[in-house]
């Protein structure tokens, strides 16, 4: 028998970047369930959609739900203040999806130095400072939900992803350590690992992808927000750590996540039956992105020399 969900019925759900893309599609899934749902992000036009959203699909009528405008990576002592608001005004936080973040794409080097601490500001520190504020009351109530919204480039670095890479990475490695420490206490940890997925935040991605990347990213198809976010629903209510859709995604997870702490005998079983002849298709898949960097980097070079000997005759017509 597989574990019986938790349940979010009258609950107080809190979900960060729940304005747009699969945050808001997690806090329409939280309402239909019966939650009550706080969506929290920075621009304050879009929550106001939000909430008029979630009223729409309301189904209970003791159900509240509100917004917050906040800069969840900045200053911890105001993240914790506000927090602190919305618990004594809909009650304890019961689950807490960090669905806030963002990227910025380019080669290592030439991503700005200010962008970079952008990127942690909002992918890492806006979840660490969520996540730090609700544990320890998890801890003592012996039950709660936590969900860490990590990425496929947090399993392998990929060309263009440097710095993007660097701060999924680190939710990954927090998502590992507070379930460790917290399964003890009831409190359950889930990481969604979201391929390419049909967001406006995947839309602004595209505008700073590197040729390479896009090339690199886009065999892989991009998946709907809606149809992520019912999965990240699924396996945190279930208590399952890892969350992550298609059979790519799979592979890459059970790849480069061997240590990652699957849950269940017959998933392990399968794990360690197929992870010896599948390693074949991460060497293929490394051979084949060289092969797509390679390409790029002799079409620029030529492309170079094209124009060098252009300019140069254009010179000697003068």
Not at 14 to 29: D, Q
Not at 189 to 196: G, I
Request: aromatic content about 8%; overall charge neutral; hydrophobic content about 40%.
């Amino acid at each position: 028998m597989g574990k019986r969900p938790k349940s979010i019925v009258g609950r107080h759900v809190v979900i960060t970047g729940g304005s747009k893309g699969i945050g808001l599609c997690l806090a329409v899934e939280c309402a239909m369930k019966g939650a009550s749902v706080t969506v929290i992000a920075r621009d304050e036009k879009p929550l106001s959609g939000a909430v008029a959203l979630l009223e729409v699909v309301r189904q209970r009528p003791d159900q509240k739900f509100q917004y917050r405008s906040l800069d969840i990576g900045g200053d911890y002592e105001k993240v914790a203040s506000v927090l602190s608001e919305l618990e004594e005004s809909t009650g304890d936080i019961y689950a807490l999806i960090n669905c806030a973040g963002m990227a910025i794409c380019g080669v290592f080097e030439e991503v700005a130095v200010a962008d970079v601490h952008k990127l942690m500001n909002v992918n890492f520190f806006g979840s660490y400072n969520c996540t730090r504020y609700v544990l320890p009351k998890m801890k003592k109530a012996g039950d709660g939900i936590i969900v860490l919204t990590s990425s496929q480039a947090a399993m392998f670095g990929i060309y263009g992803y440097g710095p993007y890479s660097a701060s999924k990475y680190a939710l990954r490695a927090m998502a590992e350590t507070i379930a460790m420490e917290s399964r003890v206490y009831g409190v359950s940890v889930t990481l969604a690992l979201p391929c390419d997925t049909n967001t406006p935040g995947f839309e602004e991605e595209e505008k700073s992808k590197p040729r390479e990347t896009k090339i690199i990213s886009g065999g892989g198809g991009l998946l709907e927000p809606e149809v992520m976010a019912k999965a990240i629903l699924k396996d945190a209510l279930r208590g399952n750590f890892i969350s992550t859709v298609g059979v790519e995604s799979w592979l890459i997870t059970m790849l480069a996540g061997g240590l990652l702490p699957w849950d269940g005998f017959f998933t392990n079983l399968l794990h360690a039956l197929v992870i010896g002849p599948v390693r074949l298709f991460g060497y293929g898949l490394h051979k084949y992105f060289n092969s797509i960097i390679r390409k790029c980097a002799n079409e620029d070079a030529t492309k170079k020399i094209d124009n060098k000997e252009a300019n140069n005759a254009k010179d000697e017509t003068q």
